[in-house]
């Protein structure tokens, strides 16, 4: 099994995603709880969120009141590329 990096990750097109989520307490109803998930995903299909998104629905007693989220690339194509050669210094 390999286990990539988080630079593996954003040469793939994967960028940071943060997901804003209130919820239902399940024994107070009219309670909305707060909380933050943030991951590398694949905008605008986001599978990682969706995941955690069924994973929370299928498993968890809260029930979803609303999702939020921000998603920002932080490495593009433009931005890297190879280089050879060498600075020496000294």
């Known amino acids: 099994m390999r286990f990539s990096s988080d630079l593996?990750?954003?040469?793939?097109?994967y960028g940071l995603t943060t997901a804003h989520i209130l919820y239902?307490?399940?024994d107070f109803g009219s309670v909305l709880q707060t909380y933050?998930?943030?991951?590398?995903?694949?905008?605008p299909?986001?599978?990682e969120m969706r995941k955690f998104l069924d994973f929370w629905e299928s498993n968890l007693e809260g029930?979803?009141?609303s999702i939020r989220y921000t998603h920002k690339r932080?490495?593009?194509?433009?931005?890297?590329?190879?280089i050879d050669g060498e600075f020496k210094l000294h």
């Open 24 to 26: 239902r307490l399940p």
């Open 36 to 43: 933050v998930w943030q991951d590398y995903d694949l905008a």
């Open 45 to 47: 299909e986001f599978p």
């Open 8 to 13: 593996e990750y954003q040469l793939n097109g």
């Open 74 to 82: 932080l490495i593009g194509p433009q931005e890297w590329r190879q």
């Open 63 to 65: 029930p979803l009141h």
